[in-house]
């Protein structure tokens, strides 16, 4: 039997979240999503049955896509990895976190612009500012992650009215874990 803990940016995402799950929130971006992750990984005594379910909003980067996603790969599109590896070093920029189809683009940049919109589209579907640095804190724990995303927003300037948005996505985060969990 697997122990879960749920991982959000903000607490609006995880407004939802049945009672008796542990939450924790990391606050936006990637720094803060991976120092959060893996404080708390250091913490437990013991990692064995131990999933990470990271909920949280996503902008679509095309307009089709709606609603709830479960990531199978997550990109870090914010890094200049082609200079990273010549430089001789792996920059993991790819992560494999579940068997899923959906590709999430992880970044620092919250997406507005259609050019950037645009260019991000041709490797992704979603777009978000944690779930990269979820999925890769965690690996250095062996802890496995499970990216659920609703999309909130079509990355362009609707994205700015995102507080206003946040409340549907979290009750349909909520509804999957009351569900799945």
Same mark, same amino acid.
């Given at each position: 039997? %697997?122990?879960?803990?749920?991982?959000?940016?903000?607490?609006?995402?995880?407004?939802?979240?049945?009672?008796?799950?542990?939450?924790?929130?990391?606050?936006?971006?990637?720094?803060?999503?991976?120092?959060?992750?893996?404080?708390?990984?250091?913490?437990?005594?013991?990692?064995?049955?131990?999933?990470?379910?990271?909920?949280?909003?996503?902008?679509?980067?095309?307009?089709?896509?709606?609603?709830?996603?479960?990531?199978?790969?997550?990109?870090?599109?914010?890094?200049?990895? =082609?200079?990273?590896?010549?430089?001789?070093?792996?920059?993991?920029?790819?992560?494999?976190?579940?068997?899923?189809?959906?590709?999430?683009?992880?970044?620092?940049?919250?997406?507005? =612009?259609?050019?950037?919109?645009?260019?991000?589209?041709?490797?992704?579907?979603?777009?978000? &500012?944690?779930?990269?640095?979820?999925?890769?804190?965690?690996?250095?724990?062996?802890?496995?992650?499970?990216?659920?995303?609703?999309?909130? =927003?079509?990355?362009?300037?609707?994205?700015?009215?995102?507080?206003? &948005?946040?409340?549907? %996505?979290?009750?349909?985060? *909520? *509804?999957?874990?009351?569900?799945?969990?």
């Amino acid at each position: 039997m %697997s122990r879960v803990l749920v991982v959000a940016a903000t607490k609006a995402e995880a407004a939802y979240v049945p009672d008796g799950l542990p939450v924790l929130i990391t606050g936006i971006g990637k720094t803060a999503a991976a120092t959060a992750v893996a404080r708390t990984l250091a913490s437990y005594d013991d990692l064995a049955g131990l999933e990470i379910v990271n909920i949280g909003t996503a902008g679509a980067l095309h307009d089709h896509h709606e609603g709830l996603h479960e990531p199978g790969v997550v990109l870090n599109h914010d890094i200049n990895a =082609d200079a990273i590896r010549a430089l001789g070093y792996d920059p993991e920029e790819r992560l494999v976190c579940g068997p899923g189809d959906v590709v999430l683009a992880t970044g620092d940049v919250f997406v507005t =612009d259609p050019v950037v919109r645009a260019r991000l589209a041709k490797q992704a579907d979603l777009v978000d &500012m944690e779930g990269y640095a979820v999925v890769y804190a965690a690996r250095q724990f062996g802890v496995p992650v499970r990216l659920v995303k609703h999309v909130s =927003d079509n990355a362009d300037e609707s994205a700015l009215d995102w507080p206003a &948005m946040v409340d549907r %996505s979290a009750r349909a985060l *909520g *509804g999957w874990l009351s569900a799945t969990v």
